[in-house]
């Protein structure tokens, strides 16, 4: 993102530009290290990673963009649908051992999640600066 579109961000969206990066790289690397320890396959890893960015992408959802005329700023919003799609990737969050441990143990449940996490982070991180650059965009910035 230009720099000078920066200026237009409140400090809660560039807050959450960071955690997902952050979070997304994080998980990525401890993914990573499961892969080349073996103990995780390429191909689960890829579905994975996969499966994570799909489930970011519509989780992004709950970010609603908005424009603030009168500080000249993009705000983060959330609406009443994306309420229950974060209350569903909670639910999702807490169980998820549960759900996947039926099919994966041990060290490849980890890196399984470690993956599913960072690719989950990247959508949400997708989805908010499309939908970030849209408003700015329609602003003329």
């Not at 993102?1 to 998980?27: I, W, Y």
């Not at 549960?98 to 991180?125: D, N, P, T, V």
């Not at 849209?134 to 003329?140: M, N, R, T």
């Amino acid at each position: 993102m230009k720099l000078q579109r920066k200026k237009h961000l409140d400090k809660l969206v560039l807050t959450r530009f960071r955690m997902f990066t952050l979070a997304c790289t994080g998980m990525a690397t401890l993914g990573t290290y499961h892969f080349v320890e073996g103990h995780i396959s390429f191909i689960l890893a890829c579905l994975a990673l996969g499966t994570g960015v799909l489930i970011g992408l519509l989780v992004g959802r709950t970010n609603n963009i908005i424009w603030q005329e009168e500080d000249r700023k993009v705000y983060a919003k959330f609406d009443v649908f994306g309420i229950i799609i974060m209350a569903s990737y909670i639910l999702f969050v807490i169980v998820r051992r549960k759900i996947l441990g039926h099919w994966l143990a041990g060290e490849e449940l980890s890196g399984f999640i470690m993956f599913l996490c960072s690719g989950i982070m990247l959508g949400r991180l997708l989805t908010l600066r499309k939908m970030v650059l849209k408003v700015l965009i329609s602003q003329g910035l």
